[in-house]
């Protein structure tokens, strides 16, 4: 009885392109048009976040010097784009479930993939302006001078996207909104005050900076400090490497929570 | 969209096809079952109701059918696609509104319409004249260009309507639709629901609204507790109660329970409307203690008509607070 059974025609992978295109583009708009009241409000918030954390990171210590105020000023791109994968994905997906259109947008007929790349596209657009704002803070208040390579984009993109499908991840697997909320406030917290992105990884106990090894927080930073400067780190094919392993992995957790069925 | 769903979305548009639903179990840990065995078929063309008191296991039927939840034992299938083994093939075959409102607060009217309609895959032309002619027919023009966020909750009703049958599928789930919509609205619904089966669709109904029901399904099923107590249409389910008739009273606000005659057959009062079946050859003594308790300033008006779905839905599932009656 079940369709597996048969044996249908091979669509050509030129029209599951084109297929998958137009969903992308259909779901772009549609997060697009559906977040415009609050995408306003996440980008002004960005910016704050972006400049206030090299400013307020400043006042905490004493006399700046060259490499610190270039440690801040990364420090705050990368939390930029940790933000908004790894807190805003799964605090949008909670309030989806807070205000029970989440079975809605479950049930519509796209691939699940696309829904998660124009997300991810989304969450892009919101976090450049805050990028461009530390960036622009930190270059006016410490006059320090960046060196912007190739690399990145594809670091900024991978970091984003391993955030984001993290976040997703966190946000599908846990039932209750309360708890995503109480996850990511925490998650918050281990970022700004456990993770290298804004003091070198050298500054915390070994044991944590060995932990560091292995989780995809100090390779983001490293990736996006090294494609925005020259001499201060040394990002290495193990940080592509971590980072692409663990985007993998959040993006087949992810597919696997979304398709759930309790 | 994969090979299997590309398939399914074109075979089933020329060929008959059936929907049916076999042994369907669903449990939750020990409780008891939320649905319990329930099977039932629907067929294009079709306005098919389900149903139920609050909790009978209605929504979460639908959920299974949609891929939201999974089943523990049974079957659902769609001409021949296993919609169980095959949740993206549900997704596409089958349209959805769910009991929650739509989350449209950033989309105008005619934007939510319209993107529902092009994330269903329909042609950008095509859901345009569509969107204007649901909006149309719906009267909800002077909000077309209005944000969901400004929308009264029966207008966001009935957007939620129009974003799912804009580009129906070849099933067309609704979950409550007419909620909070008002009486005028609700008429304009019910025609469009007919409108969707008369296109080829079928359109599966969940609601609690058993008069509206009445006048608007072809066939129905009654679920109580999880398990599927009543099937057929609006007629065949009230046979039950052939041969009976229904006086209504209206108490005097204040009023105990007047005592009840011997020919009364079955009786139950909800606030001061007081439901009476009997048998049809005690109307004429009915009337005459209906006009006693007016007299007597127990009843202030009274009513005798022809037995409806209502009372046999009330007989089936032994419930007095039918909601929505």
Known sequence: ?262 | MTVLQQEATTALTSTPWTFRVEGLVKTYGTASPANDGISLEVKPGEVYGLLGPNGAGKSTLVKQVMGLLKPTAGSITLGRYDLVANPAIARQLCSYLPQAQMPIDSFTVTEAIEIAGSIRGGQRSEIHLRTRDLIDRLQIGEWAGTRGVRLSGGVRRLVGFAMATVSPGRIVFLDEPTNDVDPLRRRLLWEQIRRVADGGSAVFLVTHNVLEAENSVDRLAVIDRGRLIAEGTPSSVKAECRGRMRLLLMLAPGTIDPELPDFVRDAHRVGNRYTIAINEHDVSASIIWAQMLMGQGVAEEYALGATSLEDAYIKLTGDVTAEGA
């Open chain 1, 1 to 262: 009885m079940t369709a597996d059974a048969d044996s249908p025609p091979l669509l050509s992978p030129q029209r599951r392109v084109s297929g998958w295109m137009r969903a992308y583009r259909t779901l772009f708009r549609w997060e697009l048009l559906g977040s415009r009241l609050l995408y306003p409000i996440l980008i002004v918030s960005q910016i704050l976040v972006g400049a206030g954390f090299v400013i307020g990171f400043g006042l905490l210590i004493p006399d700046v010097d060259a490499d610190t105020a270039r440690y801040l000023s990364t420090g705050a791109v990368v939390m930029s784009l940790i933000l908004v994968g790894l807190v805003v994905s799964p605090q949008l997906i909670a309030q989806q479930k807070m205000e029970g259109s989440y079975d809605y947008v479950r049930s519509m007929p796209v691939p699940r993939s696309a829904a998660l790349v124009a997300s991810m596209s989304l969450g892009l657009m919101v976090a450049i302006p805050g990028i461009v704002a530390a960036l622009g803070v930190a270059t006016m208040r410490y006059d320090i001078v960046l060196s912007v390579h190739t690399s990145a984009v594809p670091a900024f993109i991978l970091t984003l996207a391993c955030g984001s499908l993290l976040g997703s991840a966190v946000g599908h697997a846990i039932d209750r909104p309360q708890a995503t909320l109480l996850f990511t406030q925490l998650g918050i917290v281990f970022i700004i005050g456990f993770s290298p992105v804004s003091f070198p990884v050298e500054r915390l106990p070994h044991w944590l900076s060995n932990l560091h090894e292995f989780l995809p927080i100090h390779h983001m930073s490293l990736l996006v400090r090294s494609s925005l400067t020259e001499g201060l780190v040394d990002a290495t094919v193990k940080s592509w490497l971590v980072l692409a392993v663990w985007t993998v992995i959040a993006a087949t957790v992810t597919g696997v929570v979304m398709g759930r069925r309790a």
